[in-house]
């Protein structure tokens, strides 16, 4: 029903920057909330930040806290995570995820649509 595209994964040294963006096809966002999850080899998938529905509320995982900002372009459809002071153990496949109208935003089951991932390397 909805086709997330992520971009902007890659390799950066630790301490250093990446920025990772999401677009949706056609006008999807609107109101829902929106997030950014991560996966780590051999650990379950983790919400890193989210963004209510209404934009105005966000949440930051204790270990991106400071680091992280999620940002939401609604004109445009698309949702950004600047990832700044990366560290070795940020190193996942990095999710945007779409939740729906009216649902929660804390919760890894309030979003129902997924991008394909791209991955994160920090090295040491």
């Known amino acids: 029903q909805v086709q997330l595209v992520e971009s902007g994964g890659g390799l950066v040294q630790a301490g250093g920057s990446l920025r990772v963006s999401c677009a949706a096809s056609?006008?999807?966002?609107?109101?829902?909330?929106l997030g950014w999850f991560r996966q780590a080899p051999g650990k379950e998938r983790e919400a890193v930040a989210t963004i209510s529905g209404s934009r105005i509320s966000t949440y930051y995982s204790d270990s991106v806290k400071g680091r992280f900002t999620i940002s939401v372009d609604n004109a445009k459809n698309s949702v950004s995570l600047q990832m700044n002071s990366l560290k070795p153990e940020d190193t996942a496949v990095y999710y945007c995820a779409l939740g729906s109208n009216f649902g929660g935003w804390l919760s890894l089951a309030d979003f129902v649509y997924w991008g394909q991932g791209t991955q994160v390397t920090v090295s040491s």
């Open positions: 056609g006008r999807t966002f609107d109101t829902k909330p």
